[in-house]
């Protein structure tokens, strides 16, 4: 289980609460207005900001003090997430070995995991050289192989088209739907083409996880407000 | 970023040791020019006066004419499209890393006695001009700084949003008060600044165009007390005064933001600000024309005549390449070593160490080594070590400031994902960082071999005429009148130059991916 008690963070005038936890094994999109911090959330449990009072708990131990590299969690950003200069091979084999003193079997790791998302014979091309989908695809490679059990999208495959998107997302339900998975989200379909609950963050709060037909069928005032409903 | 603020771990102390270890030198020159000159009675004759004031007036003037002749050139570049655009702004750029003594060559050859301007006045009956003098001096800062002034004026306008002239133009508003004023108001105590900063503390341009009492700047006067007065103890009070000075400046400069980037990037297409009437259209090409055969008539005297004179080569001017050479290596090596030690450490103690050399000058700082070394060992013998350490030391602000941007952009895009890898001290220096540096590395470094290569002043003063450089063996040629030889030697250096410049450039460029 991953636990947010009582976390606050707050940025000069901007503060946001949370306190809930999501289960393993489990998706969990997060919406709301642009402003509102779901991007920053993911960045306090990702280790790149801090919170100002409260826990991050994973499994009962407190992560919420260590560096992001020692966290049990991967994170894909909206961008930047593979290093141009490196090949493909080189990007994702950073996820066994930071300084890529890969051993032979390490290797083979690597190309496997390429081959699980359909990169296969990719391994010596430069991402400059990949098409969006294709980068997006490596990099889930890179995360597949650091087998770390939460995992953290912040909108990553937002500049993709419709169907690369749905691709994209389909993929990640597939190799990553046992581990402990937060999407941010603008797209309420996206929300309910993966998840299993929604987080609803607005005017200073992301509200606990609520199970994904319930949180459409009858949905909170902030949740109506922000799809347009009535 | 909340955590592992510290993702180069013992690096960056390294960024530390270098920032003491400047601050160390140059603190240790300027306590022994300190010391002599507080050993000397007596006070300022009226000729180091008059250096003073010649000093302030030549670079207050040179700053004034660079920037405001900038405006108009730059405006009517950024706004105009026509053949050869941006050919012309890369060689409009080429004063900047030019051989000041190489470019005074290409002035003389054009303004000089015998030179192209005095031929034509003499067929239209009309009095000849001298070159030498205040005129001179103020001619050759300007010839040297007005493409500094073009870039930063250019860069302004066309960092102008095309949405904001929409606007402008859809509010019928005037393009003048609402765009361009706002950005050369913003632009100009900079560029000024830097101009004013480069002229208090150029040498080679006083030396062969100005001196006399008349127009004599304190780093003449700084080496001509050590070589032609043998009188270390006045050198070190006229160096002190020019630090003062210098210091002064540098203070206002580094407050106030002085334009000093390299400002790569110059051909972004923007947008037309261009009016269409006939009037602006030919003010605009004249001012074009104007700053194309200012700049660009000496530069190719050079070549014409050079070209002449490689039959007329001097002996000993192969020793003299390999001189020029291996000091330009030296002093790129060393300002690149330095600059990154001190850009990986980031900060206000970098930043700080990084801008220092710019409150000195080359021939303070080259003072205080002399006093130093002075009765250790032969100035003459430790000629090109100190010319190599000092260019290298006077070149780290321009050289600092364009690695240490790219190494906070390179942070600022991929450090979240290097600290997410757990990518932290030598491998993220060997997998991250340095692989994308290469482009502004080898960028500095050329520059960095370009500046060093054409030194005069440090070279001059330890050497006193031995251990031949290039560019002292064309001021020795120059002062025999064999301006055939010369300008033989200037081409020869031009080359060098542009070849090291090159070589460093392209070396970052080749496989860097973007």
């Not at chain 1, 995991?113 to 490679?141: H, I, M």
């Not at chain 2, 904001?164 to 133009?169: E, G, I, N, S, T």
């Not at chain 2, 009016?275 to 008539?297: K, Q, R």
Request: with cysteine.
């Amino acid at each position: 289980m991953l636990t947010l008690e009582k976390l606050r963070i707050e940025q000069g005038d901007f503060c946001l609460t949370a306190d809930w936890s999501v289960p393993e094994g489990s998706i969990t999109a997060i919406v709301g207005p642009s402003g509102g911090g779901k991007s920053t959330l993911l960045s306090v449990i990702g280790g790149y900001f801090s919170s100002t009072s409260g826990r991050i708990l994973w499994k009962a131990t407190e992560i919420g003090a260590l560096p992001p590299g020692k966290r049990p969690v991967s994170t894909l950003f909206q961008d930047n997430n593979l290093f141009p200069h490196l090949t493909v091979a080189q990007n994702v084999g950073l996820a066994l070995r930071p300084d890529l003193r890969l051993t032979g079997a390490e290797k083979v790791q690597v190309e496997a995991a390429l081959a699980e998302v359909g990169l296969a014979g990719y391994g010596a091309r430069k991402p400059g050289t990949l098409s969006g989908g294709q980068a997006s695809r490596a990099a889930l490679a890179r995360v597949l192989l650091q087998s770390r059990p939460i995992i953290l999208l912040d909108e990553p495959f937002s500049a993709l088209g419709p169907a690369l998107r749905r691709e994209m997302l389909g993929l990640v339900a597939e190799k990553l739907g046992e581990r402990t998975v937060l999407i941010v989200t603008h797209d309420p379909s996206d929300a309910r083409e993966i998840a299993q609950r929604l987080v609803m963050v607005d005017a200073g709060v992301a509200s606990a996880p609520v199970p994904i037909t319930e949180a459409f069928e009858r949905p909170s005032p902030a949740l109506a407000g922000y799809l347009g409903q009535k | 970023m909340a955590r592992g603020a510290q993702p180069l771990g013992r690096i960056r102390a390294l960024g530390v040791g270098v920032a003491l270890a400047i601050a160390g030198f140059l603190g240790a020159s300027v306590w022994a020019v300190a010391a002599k000159a507080a050993g000397r009675p007596g006070y300022l004759s009226a000729a180091d006066w008059s250096a003073l004031r010649f000093t302030i007036l030549q670079a207050a003037l040179s700053a004034a004419l660079s920037v405001g002749l900038a405006i108009p050139v730059a405006r009517a570049l950024a706004r105009r499209r026509f053949a050869g655009r941006s050919a012309l702004i890369t060689l409009l750029g080429a004063p900047f890393i030019l051989p000041v003594i190489v470019a005074v060559l290409g002035l003389i050859a054009v303004f000089g006695r015998s030179g192209l301007l005095n031929e034509f006045l003499a067929i239209a009956h009309l009095p000849q001009v001298s070159i030498y003098g205040l005129t001179g001096v103020v001619l050759g800062h300007v010839f040297l700084n007005l493409p500094l002034g073009i870039r930063l004026f250019l860069q302004g306008w066309q960092a102008i949003p095309s949405e904001r002239v929409r606007l402008a133009v859809e509010l019928e508003g005037s393009r003048w008060w609402l765009l361009e004023w706002p950005m050369l108001r913003s632009v100009l105590p900079g560029a000024l600044l830097a101009v004013f900063l480069i002229c208090l503390t150029s040498f080679t341009v006083a030396l062969t165009l100005g001196g006399g009492p008349k127009a004599t700047t304190l780093e003449l006067a700084i080496y001509q007390a050590v070589r032609f007065d043998f009188d270390l103890a006045k050198a070190a009070q006229l160096a002190l005064l020019q630090l003062a000075l210098g210091a002064a400046f540098a203070v206002i400069a580094y407050r106030g933001g002085a334009a000093l980037g390299m400002g790569a990037g110059l051909d972004r297409q923007g947008i037309s600000l261009a009016p269409t009437g006939h009037l602006s259209a030919l003010t605009d090409s004249l001012w074009i024309m104007f700053a194309a055969a200012f700049l660009l008539v000496p530069l190719a005297m050079v070549v014409a005549s050079g070209l002449g004179g490689l039959a007329d080569l001097p002996a000993g001017i192969g020793m003299a390449v390999l001189r020029s050479v291996a000091v330009a290596l030296a002093a790129a090596a060393l300002s690149v070593a330095l600059a990154l030690a001190l850009a990986l450490r980031g900060g206000a103690v970098a930043m700080l160490a990084g801008s220092l050399p710019l409150a000195t000058s080359a021939l303070v700082v080259g003072t205080g080594v002399f006093l130093m070394l002075h009765g250790l060992i032969n100035p003459t013998r430790a000629a090109l070590p100190v010319t190599a350490a000092l260019n290298a030391l006077m070149g780290l602000p321009f050289v600092f400031r364009g690695i240490s941007s790219s190494v906070e952009e390179i942070e600022a895009n991929y450090g979240r994902l290097a600290a997410s890898l757990g990518l932290f001290g030598r491998a993220r220096l060997r997998l991250l960082i340095l692989p994308r540096l290469r482009r502004p590395l080898g960028f500095a470094a050329g520059l960095a071999a370009a500046m060093s290569v054409g030194d005069l002043g440090v070279i001059l003063l330890f050497s006193g005429g031995a251990q031949e450089t290039l560019p002292l063996m064309m001021y020795r040629l120059m002062g025999a009148y064999r301006m055939d030889a010369a300008a033989g030697v200037a081409l020869v250096l031009v080359m060098v130059s542009l070849s090291l410049f090159w070589l460093f450039d392209r070396g970052g460029r080749t496989n860097a991916d973007a």
